[in-house]
């Protein structure tokens, strides 16, 4: 079956330090890795993606993620955090590739606090 | 970038009252449309996928009777919350996904649906 866990249900870190929010995942096949932030009461805003190709994925707002296929792995890291970017992550995965109509399979989500 | 719009973004209502709520891809065509339901602090839980021209697929434990989908058009599809129930309460999002391969979906806003 697959599934994504998103181990750490809030993440505090101090404004201007890296921060790591962490995602493993277990699907049949090549996955297909999303990250996805959402602020309160407002729909996903999509960050980055890994399809194929390089391990280190540069999306929005200057996160990035790494994918290490070993430790079925895909977190997502700032290296300068800044209190803007508290808010609720999401990790998806979707697992057998079907065109792009394929169903997201979330994590639990994981709340990251960035005080000042 | 492609939008999906959700309307409306906040409905309440008395017990008994059917809802409707609408999502639309406002610059591409979506034949495939989701449709998520959010507890608080939680996780998106896929409630059916929205197949353009044929009936949606819901997924196990979802009342069909209870949340009536129609994806009349490659542009619009709605669900319908019908005779609604306290319990009906919480957060609905929909998405589609983007033109072309291996794209991100794209979320509404989300619509908090409060019955009294």
């Known amino acids: 079956a697959q599934s994504v866990a998103q181990p750490e249900d809030q993440v505090n870190v101090a404004e201007g330090n890296p921060l790591t929010v962490k995602c493993t995942y277990s699907v049949s096949g090549n996955p297909y890795l999303f990250w996805y932030v959402q602020y309160p009461n407002r729909g996903l805003q999509f960050l980055l993606k890994y399809i194929t190709g390089d391990n280190l994925v540069k999306g929005s707002y200057g996160f990035e993620a790494e994918f290490n296929k070993s430790q079925t792995s895909f977190h997502l890291k700032k290296p300068s955090a800044l209190v803007s970017d508290s808010a609720l992550y999401f990790c998806?995965?979707?697992?057998?590739?079907?065109?792009?109509?394929?169903?997201?399979?979330f994590g639990q989500g994981t709340t990251l606090q960035v005080k000042p | 970038g492609a939008v999906v719009s959700q309307h409306p973004s906040r409905v309440i209502c008395k017990s008994g009252t059917s809802v409707k709520i609408e999502c639309r891809s406002l610059?591409?065509?979506?034949?495939?449309m989701f449709w998520y339901r959010q507890f608080p602090k939680q996780s998106l839980m896929l409630m059916a996928t929205?197949?353009?021209?044929?009936?949606?697929?819901?997924e196990q434990g979802v009342e069909k009777d209870k949340f009536l989908i129609n994806h009349a058009s490659l542009t619009l599809s709605t669900l319908t919350v019908t005779s609604a129930h306290p319990e009906d309460s919480s957060f609905y999002i929909c998405s589609a996904p983007g033109t072309g391969g291996n794209q991100p979906q794209h979320f509404g806003d989300g619509t908090r649906l409060s019955i009294l």
């Open positions: 610059d591409f065509q979506a034949t495939t």
């Open positions: 998806a995965v979707r697992g057998t590739p079907s065109g792009n109509t394929g169903k997201l399979i």
């Open positions: 929205s197949n353009e021209g044929s009936k949606a697929t819901y």
